[in-house]
């Protein structure tokens, strides 16, 4: 698993780390958006709040 985020940002320790519920992507506090008990990553979140 990757030690930064897609954005830059270091992720926190390893039994901290969050992930996207759609793409298992691991995000940093700042990206992750939850939804109904689930968490995304901002991109994900995006794009599924562009759906109808």
Request: charged letters at 15%.
């Given at each position: ?11 926190d ?12 992507t ?6 992750v ?16 709040a562009a759906?109808?």
């Open positions: 698993m990757s030690t930064a985020c897609n954005c830059g940002m270091a992720l320790q390893p039994f901290k780390r969050v992930g996207c519920h759609e793409c298992g691991a995000c940093c506090r700042s990206c958006i939850e939804v109904e008990a689930n968490t995304y990553c901002r991109w994900c979140a995006m794009s599924l759906q109808p």
